[in-house]
């Protein structure tokens, strides 16, 4: 069944505001009393915020749907043909991932955004098939002083956030183990926090080596953390959280509590181990 989707995402939002915005009578009778204009302020607010939540419901519903078809038509002949549905889901998505990153960067410094393109590099790939089956966008922190970087995956049954640093280089690996091969105490802190826990459980990422990197302790307590190759943090969503209209407040919030774990990581990867700047 060919996904039916709106052509014209600023009709989609015009439709909104009118079924939510006041009736005439009614904004002329809350004007009347100035007493009552702050609350007109507050109410039409409500209604904007109520109107962009469902907006972006519908963004996310619409995305899931033609996710779920290209997965079972994964052809370059279905998406030639539904190349204008495939045009409006992104374009729609470009719109709600420019929300995330404007108030993102009102809490933190980014360099930029990139959305991750649907075709794939299948020279290297046993899975031939031409497209993914996922929808991704990463916002980038200001380097170098500012280090990590924050990811959001959509695809159905399998939604996350994620963030952290996912192939650092090998001077920066280095200096993460060193780091950690000296002194846990404040990755121990931060990973042990309520919140951090709340929302991620553990930190994760694949180990590197089996026992040791070349020149560690195999027998060192931290030695599970310094044969990391990758220190990630990874927060799933369902596709009922995802339709969810706070899931754009929940995507930032999930991206705020890693905070803490990214300002560290950045202090350790900008000074050598005796505290002094690189």
Not at 16 to 23: G, I
Not at 55 to 71: A, H, P, S, V, W
Not at 254 to 270: G, I, K, Q, W
């Amino acid at each position: 069944m060919q996904v039916k989707l709106q052509a014209n995402l600023s009709t989609q939002r015009l439709l909104n505001f009118k079924v939510f915005k006041l009736s005439q009578p009614k904004r002329e009778q809350v004007m009347a009393s100035s007493s009552n204009w702050l609350n007109l302020i507050v109410h039409s607010i409500a209604l904007s915020v109520t109107a962009l939540s469902i907006e972006n419901t519908i963004i996310m519903e619409r995305g899931f749907e033609f996710l779920k078809q290209i997965k079972e038509n994964n052809n370059r002949a279905w998406f030639s043909k539904n190349k204008p549905e495939y045009d409006v889901v992104a374009t729609e998505n470009k719109v709600f991932f420019n929300r995330i990153y404007t108030e993102l960067r009102k809490h933190d410094n980014l360099a930029g955004t990139h959305i991750f393109r649907i075709y794939k590099d299948v020279r290297f790939s046993k899975d031939k098939t031409p497209y993914k089956t996922h929808f991704g966008v990463s916002f980038s922190r200001t380097k170098p002083a500012l280090r990590g970087g924050y990811y959001l995956h959509l695809e159905p049954n399998n939604s996350f956030v994620g963030g952290g640093f996912w192939a650092p280089n090998n001077e920066d690996l280095f200096r993460i183990r060193k780091e950690f091969e000296t002194d846990t105490a404040e990755i121990e802190k931060i990973t042990s926090d309520k919140v951090f826990v709340n929302y991620f459980g553990k930190l994760s990422g694949e180990a590197g080596v089996k026992t040791a990197p070349k020149g560690f302790d195999k027998n060192h307590p931290a030695i599970d953390l310094i044969r990391k190759k990758q220190y990630v943090v990874m927060r799933n969503f369902t596709d009922k959280a995802v339709f969810a209209p706070d899931f754009q407040n929940e995507v930032i919030a999930t991206f705020l509590a890693m905070r803490p774990f990214f300002d560290y990581m950045s202090e350790v990867l900008t000074t050598d181990l005796n505290g002094e700047s690189l």
